[in-house]
């Protein structure tokens, strides 16, 4: 498509449940990332792919959080027993990989982001 | 640890004035540095980047920035400011020697346009 897409754009879930969101990358773009943005803070990272694998997994803040991209492109993150502190935008982006070291075409495109409210 | 500190919170201008918007980072090797802008109901867009060479550095919309390392700075500029120029602006450093690496971004400083 022309830009990261994220879906569903919002998400309201109850306390305790299991929600998935799903960011479809620009198509070619190796390198997708995910953030999560509370009121009033800048994004904070969580995780990023290159390709399939997870090249850091850093920023998840438990093990309730996964990600997973299997085929390279598509990902999804997944929150489990889900808190009321979970309720962020969580924003995607990908970009081109080109190597090591930056270059010219190395921007990272975001998506609108989901946000997430949990009750 | 890589971090990004935007002191001002909120700042108000006239339409019309000159703008700066202040970042310092803390990076132990060669920063890579951008600032993005962030309308309401809108995704984040990147302004510009820095990643070598020539320490001042123009990006879209007019705006401009300075990498200054001896003061772990890169301030954003813009000659006079248009009312769409209302948004949050991020500073942000990229942490990692790929071009894929994670981006650690700033607080944010809210940009206000008094007409």
């Known amino acids: 498509g022309a830009g990261v897409s994220q879906t569903p754009s919002n998400k309201v879930t109850e306390k305790g449940k299991y929600v998935e969101l799903r960011c479809d990358p620009i198509?070619?773009?190796?390198?997708l990332y995910w953030y999560r943005q509370s009121l009033g803070q800048g994004p904070e990272f969580l995780i990023y792919?290159?390709?399939?694998?997870?090249?850091?997994d850093s920023g998840l803040p438990n093990d309730r959080f996964f990600a997973v991209r299997p085929e390279g492109s598509v990902s999804t993150l997944k929150i489990q027993r889900t808190e009321r502190g979970d309720s962020a935008v969580y924003l995607c982006?990908?970009?081109?990989?080109?190597?090591?070291?930056?270059?010219?075409?190395?921007?990272?495109?975001f998506g609108q982001g989901t946000r997430l409210t949990v009750v | 640890a890589q971090s990004v500190t935007q002191p001002d919170i909120h700042i108000t201008v006239s339409e019309g004035a000159s703008l700066e918007l202040r970042c310092n980072y803390s990076?132990?090797?060669?920063?890579?540095l951008f600032w993005y802008v962030q309308s309401p109901g809108q995704g984040l867009q990147l302004l510009l980047k820095?990643?070598?060479?020539?320490?001042l550095v123009q990006g879209i919309k007019g705006f401009e920035a300075e990498f200054k390392r001896s003061q772990s700075s890169f301030n954003l500029r813009k000659p006079s400011v248009h009312w769409s120029d209302a948004a949050e602006y991020f500073c942000?450093?990229?942490?990692?020697?790929?071009?894929?690496?994670?981006?650690?971004f700033g607080s944010g400083t809210r940009l206000s346009i008094r007409p």
């Open positions: 982006a990908s970009s081109m990989y080109t190597g090591t070291g930056y270059s010219g075409n190395t921007e990272a495109f």
């Open positions: 198509s070619g773009h190796t390198a």
């Open positions: 792919f290159q390709g399939t694998g997870a090249a850091d």
């Open positions: 990076y132990g090797a060669t920063p890579y």
């Open positions: 820095y990643f070598s060479g020539d320490t």
């Open positions: 942000a450093v990229g942490s990692g020697y790929s071009s894929a690496s994670k981006i650690i």
